[in-house]
C-alpha cells in the first residue's frame, strides 16, 4: 500500500506539472501540449523486458506522438520481435500505429564471423539473437513464430488476428506483408511528409535500418533529430562492462551500419542533432523485484502487461525505458558535447565506442550530446507515473495478459 501511494503522489504531480509549466524541464517539442513526432526503431524483444516495454512507454507518453515503428535485428530474430511488437500494439489497442520490418541481419557482421572472433579476443557476455538458444528459422510447430526465443510458443498469446498475419506459417517461412523488409523506404517516406526538424527518430536497437533509410535518401539527415540508445563511454554499474568497458551492443552489432548512420557525408550533410542515452546512464536506472512489484500494483494494462511478461533473476538496467523518458523528460540527466564514432577496424577492439573531448580525427566523426550522469530514482518515479496516470486506463489485474504466467528472461 505504501508503495502505491508513493505512486500515486508522483502520478498527481505529474498531472499538476502538466498544468503548470516549469515544474518539470521538457525538451521545447516534447511536451503533452506539443508533442514530439517520433519514429521509434526497436529490435523489440519479447515479451516484457528492455524492448518491447520502451515501446509501450513511448505509445502511453503523452509527450510523445509515434508515427510508427519500424522492427530490426537485435536482442532477438527480427521475425520474433515483429510478432512481439505487432502483439504489444494489440493488448495497449494501438494497433492503428503503423509497424513495418526491417534488417533481417547485420550489413557485413555474421553469426559464424562473430564466433571466430570471440575465440580470438573473447566472447561478449551478450550476443542477443546469437546468444545460441535459439536458430534462426527453428521450426516449433503450428501457430508458433519461427525463430521466436520462447519454446512453445509466444507467452503473451498468439491472437486470431495475429495468427493471420504472422504465427500460422506451420513450420514454413511466414509470407506476411508484416515481415517484408520495407521500414528504410517507410523512414524516408515519413520524414520527406513532415516539415523540416519536425521528426525525431528514437534509436533503440541496432542502427541498420536508419543506414539504409540514409543510403536511399541521404537528405533526410538535413531535416531530423536523431535519440539514441547507445554508445559506452565510462560506465561503472554494469558488470557485462568490467571486461569490455567500451563495447555496447548497438553500436557494435552491425558497427559498419553505426558508422555510416554516424558520419557526416562528403558533402558535409548530418544529422540536425544527435543525442546519446548512454550505457553509463541507463544501466544504472535499476530494474529490481521492488520496482517491479511497484509496477505489478498499478491497475494498468500497460503497466499489467509489463509486469505479467516480465520478471528478472537479477537488478538489471531499464536500458531502453530510460532513454524514452529521457527524450520525455531530459531533466533527469545531465548531458556533454563530445565527438563519437565507432571502431571497424576488426581487431580486438571491434564495435568500441570511440570519443573525443576536443580535437578528433576529421573524417566525419559528428559532435553529439551525451548523457552521463541521471538521476534514476526521479526517473524510475515517473516511469510509475506514466504507467498508472497515462495509460489505458484501469482494467481488472486479474485479467491475463501471458497466457503461461511470467516470463523469466536469462
Not at 200 to 206: E, V
Not at 353 to 377: C, D, F, M, Q, R
Request: proline share 7%; charged share 15%; aromatic share 8%.
Amino acid at each position: 500500500k505504501e508503495s502505491v501511494s508513493v505512486i500515486q503522489m508522483v502520478s498527481r504531480a505529474f498531472l499538476l506539472c502538466l498544468a503548470v509549466v516549469g515544474c518539470f524541464s521538457y525538451s521545447p517539442d516534447c511536451t503533452p501540449e506539443h508533442p514530439c513526432k517520433v519514429i521509434v526503431d526497436q529490435d523489440c524483444q519479447g515479451p516484457g523486458g528492455t524492448n518491447t516495454n520502451a515501446v509501450a512507454l513511448a505509445l502511453l507518453n503523452p509527450s510523445l506522438d509515434v508515427l510508427g515503428i519500424t522492427v530490426v535485428f537485435g536482442d532477438s530474430w527480427r521475425d520474433s520481435n515483429v510478432a512481439h511488437c505487432y502483439r504489444l500494439l494489440e493488448i495497449l489497442n494501438k494497433t492503428h500505429i503503423p509497424l513495418i520490418a526491417g534488417a533481417q541481419f547485420p550489413t557485413i557482421n555474421t553469426e559464424k564471423y562473430n564466433a571466430l572472433w570471440s575465440k580470438k579476443y573473447g566472447a561478449f557476455p551478450w550476443t542477443g539473437m546469437w546468444m545460441g538458444n535459439t536458430s534462426y528459422r527453428t521450426n516449433l510447430g503450428p501457430n508458433v513464430i519461427p525463430g521466436d526465443n520462447t519454446p512453445g510458443g509466444m507467452v503473451e498469446g498468439c491472437t486470431p488476428g495475429l495468427a493471420q498475419l504472422l504465427c500460422d506459417c506451420h513450420g514454413q517461412p511466414c509470407e506476411s506483408p508484416y515481415l517484408a523488409p520495407k521500414a528504410a523506404t517507410w523512414i524516408v517516406d515519413t520524414i520527406n511528409k513532415h516539415p523540416v526538424g519536425s521528426v525525431t527518430i528514437l534509436g533503440l536497437g541496432p542502427y541498420t535500418n536508419l543506414a539504409l533509410a540514409r543510403m536511399l535518401d541521404p537528405q533526410i539527415v538535413e531535416k531530423t533529430h536523431l535519440w539514441l540508445m547507445g554508445s559506452s563511454l565510462n560506465p561503472k554499474s554494469a558488470s557485462e562492462h568490467s571486461d569490455w568497458p567500451r563495447h555496447e551492443t548497438n553500436f557494435w552489432f552491425d558497427a559498419y551500419s553505426t558508422r555510416h548512420m554516424l558520419h557526416t557525408d562528403p558533402l558535409g550533410r548530418g544529422w540536425l542533432s544527435i543525442t546519446l542515452a548512454t550505457v553509463d546512464v541507463t544501466f544504472p536506472i535499476v530494474w529490481s523485484k521492488e520496482f517491479l512489484a511497484k509496477i505489478a500494483a498499478i491497475p494498468s494494462r500497460g503497466a499489467q502487461y509489463i509486469s505479467q511478461c516480465f520478471c528478472t533473476t537479477q537488478d538489471i538496467g531499464l536500458v531502453d525505458e530510460g532513454t524514452v523518458m529521457l527524450l520525455a523528460n531530459p531533466s533527469f540527466a545531465v548531458k556533454q558535447s563530445l565527438w563519437v564514432d565507432v571502431n571497424i577496424d576488426n581487431g580486438a577492439e571491434f564495435g568500441n565506442t570511440l570519443s573525443w573531448h576536443a580535437n578528433p580525427p576529421g573524417l566525419g566523426e559528428p559532435k553529439v550530446e551525451a548523457y552521463v550522469k541521471i538521476n534514476a530514482t526521479g526517473l524510475k518515479m515517473m516511469y510509475a507515473a506514466v504507467l498508472e496516470t497515462l495509460s489505458q486506463g484501469p482494467r481488472a489485474q486479474k485479467e491475463k495478459l501471458c497466457q503461461t504466467g511470467i516470463k523469466c528472461w536469462g
